[in-house]
């Protein structure tokens, strides 16, 4: 559906250095399976997928809305959402489309603990957030609720945040409501679930820039956005590695959200 123009958006944060001998006696000793093509990983450094299934990953190119970053097969100035003021966030965009290999490899960093996935996620993301129009400088992970963070050992969006190389907020945002699967809700009963979800602690000023895993409906990040706001932030503006464009979203109203 995506496949225009594959851009070679690993080659740089991810050259091929030789295998090292500390790799290959890993290997031996402790093979890696590719979580997405069983193949085996011999260099650790991409963690637990192959380098085929990571260059399979399929950047998000533009057209995409300037504001929220919706796909869209041609589009002049904002989308129909953005247009009618929808959304509390100044900017958003994704690195990459929601493939099938994608949902692979997410769910088994949240779900597997691969979270060797996150570092290149993370350096993904990076890529991202120096080519599009940033300016924030405080990084904010969304937060998972403490029982749900407790449970998982780590909260995905951190680990990846952890790659951009600015200073990271973990604890000015905390997640009050531990909000109940958003799967197969529409955009207004995700928005009531969420409403009153999140509290800022603590004083905030400026451009705030919001990390998550995945963008389903933008409805998260539109309530921390408004959350960020209300207690004075000046542009939140939010970055995800995955983007779940608005009509895959329709075509499959199944679990996409926690499926990952
Ligand atoms: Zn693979
Ligand atoms: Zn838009």
Redesign the pocket.
């Known amino acids: 559906m995506h496949s225009a123009t594959v851009q070679p958006i690993l080659t740089s944060p991810f050259a091929f250095p030789q295998r090292t001998l500390i790799d290959s006696i890993l290997n031996l000793l402790f093979p890696v399976a590719c979580v997405v093509c069983r193949a085996q990983v011999l260099e650790r450094r991409w963690g637990a997928a192959c380098p085929d299934c990571w260059s399979r990953l399929e950047p998000l190119a533009p057209p ?7 796909p869209a097969p041609a589009i002049e100035g ?6 009618k003021g ?2 509390a966030f100044d900017l ?1 965009r994704s690195a990459l489309f929601f493939t099938d290999t994608l949902r692979e490899i997410i769910h088994h960093l949240k779900y597997a603990e691969r979270v060797s996935l996150a570092r290149s996620l993370g350096d993904i993301l990076k890529v991202c957030l120096e080519h599009e129009p940033f300016s924030g400088r405080i990084v904010v992970p969304v937060p998972l609720h403490r029982k749900r963070e407790r449970e998982r050992g780590f909260n995905q969006a951190e680990l990846i945040a952890a790659r951009l190389g600015r200073s990271l907020e973990t604890r000015l945002l905390r997640r009050r409501k531990n909000t109940p699967s958003q799967t197969g809700l529409s955009r207004s009963e995700r928005k009531r679930n969420l409403a009153g979800a999140f509290e800022v602690r603590g004083p905030v000023a400026g451009t705030v820039i919001l990390v998550d895993d995945v963008y389903t409906t933008g409805s998260t990040v539109h309530e921390i956005a408004r959350t960020l706001k209300r207690a004075g932030a000046q542009r939140v503006e939010v970055l995800t590695v995955a983007r779940v464009s608005n009509d895959f979203y329709r075509a499959a109203e199944t679990d996409i959200s926690e499926a990952v």
Do not use: I, K, S, V
């Open positions: 995409f809305c300037p504001q929220c970053g919706e904002l989308c129909g959402r953005c247009r929808e959304y958003a």
